[in-house]
């Protein structure tokens, strides 16, 4: 019997349904203005967009001029890549510019239904960017569709690491610009610590269409991006630490993997206090428990985790003598991500490579903050429906399945499910053999390197030729996948989540025809490639009669989302395939989080050596399983979110200062207002209001106002006069520190003083907000401890952030208005003396190399880098004072 919520399904659709029925009549319109567009010339098309940009520039909506505008970017598209958009593209375009996640499924053709929504936002101005997951697809992804932004009459750009600054800067100029989400990241942190308006890459946070984003803004929503500088060096700490962790025993710490946390226990803490105390990193006397203690516990405890929850070519490998993390679910290596508060030195510690030191924030922010600067934000990806409720809770964005261009041919096998690893792996062994016997291609997922490794092995034994994709060959990646679909090809890959390459039967054309190509220069291009797909298409028919691509996974993974992006790649474009999961008891999903009454199931039924439980109800069992994970990963994502969006707002004040500061022409507004704050606290506090003049501290505020402005004024005498009151005094100090700075200003120069107050502001802005995210962390860390008092660790991380955000922001007032009382124009004799030592300089760097061995000599004696005051007074384009022979303006006064 039917139930109630099928019968209506039936009946009404789905809300799926009913999103994708009510665009259709956009796409009738599209399709019907294509013999117009198919009418135009290469230079009708390109004219055709300045005239859609005009109508948005005269008040038309987006939305209004849809229809043309897709249709114009089919064409171009059609012209430009010989590829014509299908109705379900179109669909999924729209989805995209009215913010949504289109769900396509692989080889649906995503990267050119990006160009759509991409060339209608852009039409109004402001820059588009496209997110890719790596570098690799972000460069060809905009190579190969700025040919159609190019035919449209727009400008594509692409953003990577190490990249020229002025190539960068053009590329966000550029109408639309493709880069990865990392870059992004770094670049919007890299702008809020610039100096000028000049130096800044992005504009402003328009329109951004995340490719892959399920793995952009989920599994990576946890990291936040970090800018780090070194602190102090402690490797030899380290060092000790790791060399007792391998003689603990199983009764001295206990493991908690479902939260991936580990902890000592009572004889754990005694043993390592013997150990501590025998190797003096401990003082005598002095126990775990100890207040003192806390740096020391916290680091024992990260070598703890380094050996027992980190495991080499799982979670890292070791490459040219360093530690580089794998992202646990694309399988890719993370190379300069590192893992904070000393996790990362504890694994090199571990691994007895280089030991680099800690790091300080200087600027952090997590995806999630980052993608929700954007005005509008959208999304593509092969599978989301399983994180729908995540994307809506925290970015407003809805999920609609779009629908296949042909129907899924794929048949997915239900899981097996085998005792123990041994078997399950035998099992796959001989499912690989009878696949490859018939030429049929097989893609073997797994869940690390070392297991990947381990089957590569079992197969080498067993002479199967076969590739193995993992952290290790990501330089082969495109090819490897390219030639997945070969016949009788057999692939092994750690993780197949935005690999950005097509699964095609018979292999890539494209890829074939640049290696026949590059191997061949002087052969013709058109010939090469008649012959290539004539090969192709023979080589499709045979794979097709063996039964398409045939996808077998060795486990589950935490998520259902990167089982079905796995799945996914079998049954492309309609295409025949297959796909089998083969699990065990021993997996770790499985022995983690797995049901007990399926344990207890398979004991009863008292299997065979070898034999596997094959059940719909094993499959239920199993997702539930990984629902549950997911909802877990889920709360501690929106938990890092509640406590990121505290900073988040206090770093919005800060930027959005930093900018206006760099914007403004003339700070003296600014900074006099500054003063006077400072001028008030100080009165406030040597004079209380209310009281009395013979209840007043006098000779405490003239020793501030010494301290703080370098101002030397009779406050004891005014103290005594009669009838001078707080308000008084206080008008008087104004006007006594506007007469002192008037007289510095006409000392400096007008113009020179503005510059030196915008250089000031922003550096100690930016010292004063390091600081802050460095107490933040600190309080973050401890503040959990508040729930055991009942009280809420989040209100309490609130109040306190406040209070705190409060005090810089009177510590910013105060360095400011100190640091320029104190500065002042070099006396003749320095400027003398400061010429000298240039001039030694420039002899000393144009006498031969080899004289010139010294080290670097500041140029003026007294220098301090962390101290402007001490820096003297040069000019822009002067040498710089700390003697690196550099310009100031590209040494220490580039402030950023």
């Not at 922010?365 to 990806?381: C, D, H, I, S, W």
């Amino acid at each position: 019997m039917l139930g109630l919520g099928t019968i209506a399904k039936k009946v009404f659709g789905t809300p799926n349904d009913r999103k994708v029925k009510s665009v259709r009549p956009l796409v009738e319109k599209i399709n019907a203005l294509e013999p117009e567009f198919q009418a135009l010339t290469d230079q009708g098309i390109k004219e055709r967009t300045e005239a859609l940009k005009a109508r948005v520039a005269n008040g038309e909506s987006l939305d209004a001029i849809l229809p043309e505008a897709f249709a114009n970017c089919r064409e171009a598209a059609k012209r430009a890549l010989g590829l014509r958009a299908f109705d379900v593209q179109l669909l999924g375009g729209i989805f995209l510019h009215q913010g949504n996640i289109a769900e396509m499924k692989t080889g649906e053709g995503k990267t050119l239904v990006a160009t759509f929504p991409a060339y209608l936002n852009a039409l109004s101005g402001n820059g588009v960017h496209i997110v890719t997951v790596n570098d690799y697809l972000a460069k060809r992804d905009a190579e190969w569709m700025s040919k159609v932004y190019g035919a449209l009459g727009l400008a594509t750009g692409v953003v990577y690491p190490f990249q020229d600054a002025e190539e960068k800067r053009a590329a966000y100029r550029a109408d639309i610009t493709y880069a990865t989400n990392n870059e992004l990241g770094f670049d919007y942190l890299r702008d809020n610590m610039r100096a000028t308006i000049d130096d800044m890459m992005q504009r402003d946070h328009a329109f951004a269409i995340v490719d892959e984003v399920d793995s952009i803004l989920i599994d990576e929503a946890r990291t936040p991006l970090i800018i780090s500088g070194p602190s102090q060096d402690r490797s030899e700490l380290y060092v000790t630490l790791d060399k007792f962790i391998p003689d603990l025993t199983e009764e001295h710490f206990k493991l908690d993997e479902k939260q991936r946390n580990a902890t000592f226990t009572e004889a754990g803490n005694e043993f390592v206090e013997q150990r501590l105390w025998s190797a003096g990193v401990l003082p005598e006397g002095q126990t775990l428990y100890d207040p003192e203690s806390t740096t020391i516990v916290h680091h024992v405890t990260q070598a703890l985790r380094a050996h027992k929850l980190f495991q080499k070519d799982q979670h890292y490998i070791v490459r040219n003598g360093e530690i580089v993390l794998i992202d646990e679910f694309t399988g890719r290596m993370m190379p300069g991500r590192r893992l904070s508060d000393g996790l990362h030195q504890a694994i090199e510690a571990k691994e007895g490579v280089q030991i680099q030191p800690e790091n300080v924030t200087l600027a952090s922010v997590t995806f999630q903050n980052y993608f929700r600067l954007y005005e509008k934000l959208a999304g593509m990806t092969g599978t989301a429906a399983t994180e729908a409720e995540e994307f809506m809770d925290i970015y407003r964005l809805g999920v609609v399945e779009v629908p296949t261009n042909k129907p899924i041919a794929r048949k997915d096998d239900h899981d097996q499910v085998y005792r123990t690893q041994r078997e399950k792996y035998e099992a796959v062994l001989k499912r690989i053999q009878k696949a490859h016997e018939k030429g049929q291609p097989i893609l073997v997922g797994t869940t690390s390197i070392e297991k990947s490794e381990m089957l590569s092995e079992m197969l080498k034994k067993e002479g199967i030729p076969h590739n193995v994709l993992n952290a290790r060959q990501h330089e082969q990646e495109a090819k490897i996948v390219a030639d997945a679909g070969k016949i009788g090809a057999v692939t092994i890959a750690t993780n197949m989540a935005g690999r950005g390459t097509d699964i095609q039967l018979g292999g890539n054309v494209e890829m074939k025809v640049m290696e026949a190509l590059a191997a061949d220069p002087g052969a013709h291009p058109d010939e090469v490639r008649a012959r290539i797909e004539a090969e192709h298409a023979e080589e499709k028919a045979k794979v097709l009669e063996a039964g398409g691509l045939f996808v077998l996974a060795s486990e589950r993974h935490e998520s259902r989302r990167i089982d079905n992006q796995l799945r996914g790649r079998s049954g492309r474009q309609g295409d025949p395939g297959r796909s089998s999961f083969y699990l065990s008891l021993e997996d770790d999903l499985m022995r983690i989080f797995g049901s007990e009454k399926l344990d207890k199931v398979l004991s009863t039924l008292g299997m065979k050596e070898g034999e596997a439980i094959i059940h719909p109800w094993v499959n239920k069992s199993l997702e539930r399983a990984q629902a549950k994970v997911e909802g877990r990963n889920f709360d501690m994502r929106k938990q890092l979110l509640k406590f990121d969006d505290v900073m988040n707002d206090q770093r919005k004040v800060i930027f959005s200062q930093r900018l206006e500061i760099m914007e403004a022409e003339d700070l003296e507004e600014i900074v006099q207002d500054m003063r006077h704050q400072v001028i008030d606290d100080l009165v406030d506090q040597y004079l209380p209001p209310k009281t009395y003049a013979d209840q007043w501290n006098a000779e405490g505020l003239y020793a501030a106002m010494l301290e703080k402005l370098l101002l030397d004024v009779p406050v004891i005498a005014w103290a005594k006069e009669d009838g001078v009151d707080q308000d008084e005094m206080r008008e008087r100090l104004y006007a006594a520190s506007e007469e002192f700075m008037a007289k510095k200003a006409e000392a400096f120069g007008a113009d020179t003083m503005r510059q030196i107050e915008k250089q000031f502001l922003l550096q100690t802005i930016d010292s004063k907000w390091r600081e802050h995210l460095v107490t933040l962390e600190h309080l973050r860390s401890v503040v959990g401890f508040r729930g055991y008092a009942q009280r809420d660790p989040l209100s309490e991380y609130k109040t306190e952030a406040f209070t705190l955000f409060e005090h810089l922001l009177d510590g910013l007032r105060e360095d400011v208005t100190q640091k320029l009382a104190q500065v002042r124009p070099m006396t003749e004799e320095e400027q003398q003396a400061l010429f000298q030592q240039m001039e030694e300089r420039r002899a000393a760097l144009n006498a031969p190399v080899a004289s010139v061995a010294t080290a670097v000599t500041p140029l003026i004696q007294g220098f301090d880098e962390t101290d402007p005051t001490t820096w003297g007074n040069p000019g822009r384009n002067d040498p710089c004072p700390c003697g690196s022979g550099e310009k100031f303006k590209h040494c220490h006064g580039k402030l950023a």
